[in-house]
């Protein structure tokens, strides 16, 4: 089992649609998580971090935390052509390493 | 304020060689962290230096190395380079040790003929 899962897409929706991304991590012991942007040929850009259960908003983005389902989640509201990037779900282990998933291709067609 | 700086940008090598990458952090970050990136793999945890000090190593074999210096400033070595090291090697800064807010560098490609 992958410490960080993360299913690889593309997960396509319309402009000004919800975009949700989800993220399942195995290491109980995690205590902060993190979403990362990486648009095509670029490094990874933070965008969201979370510490505690519920809903975190900043803006159009909303992450989500579940930690008795070890379950990470970020919904894009409003979603626009720039949006399109892969999104990266990280997690900070027990030992402090931030680890992260494969990665969710999001595309948003006009 | 400079954001993290990686040099080269690109690296073409042969088998059996080795090579040294470098990284300069954003100044006052004292945390430096490197990550393989492949297509197949994502990102791939390496290693983390705070305070010139290896704290935390992900599964690579000890053909990959790193350091730091005392100016946060750090260099990722990789010694008899195999095929399968061909990679996008980032560089991400932080504060503080553990710290998973990283700012990432541009990368260095790594090409392994």
């Known amino acids: 089992q992958k410490e960080v899962e993360q299913n690889s897409g593309p997960l396509s929706v319309p402009e000004g649609a919800i975009a949700s991304l989800n993220c399942t991590y195995s290491d109980r012991g995690s205590q902060s998580f993190f979403w990362y942007r990486q648009y095509s040929g670029k490094s990874p850009e933070l965008i969201m971090f979370i510490y505690s259960n519920g809903d975190k908003e900043d803006g159009r983005f909303t992450a989500q935390l579940n930690k008795a389902s070890q379950y990470v989640s970020l919904l894009i509201r409003d979603s626009q052509p720039s949006d399109s990037a892969t999104y990266l779900c990280a997690v900070t282990s027990g030992t402090d390493k931030l680890i992260f998933g494969t990665g969710t291709r999001l595309q948003v067609f006009p | 304020k400079a954001g993290v700086t990686q040099t080269p940008r690109y690296l073409i090598k042969t088998r059996g060689q080795q090579v040294t990458l470098s990284c300069s952090p954003i100044?006052?970050?004292?945390?430096v962290s490197w990550y393989q990136q492949t297509p197949g793999q994502g990102l791939q945890f390496l290693f983390e230096?705070?305070?010139?000090?290896?704290?935390n190593k992900g599964n690579f074999p000890g053909r990959f190395s790193g350091r730091q210096f005392s100016n946060s400033r750090s260099e990722m070595n990789v010694s008899t380079l195999e095929l399968g090291d061909s990679a996008l090697y980032l560089c991400a800064s932080s504060l503080g040790q553990g710290n998973g807010k990283l700012f990432f560098g541009s990368g260095t490609q790594l090409s392994v003929l």
């Open positions: 230096y705070f305070s010139e000090t290896q704290r």
């Open positions: 100044s006052g970050h004292r945390s």
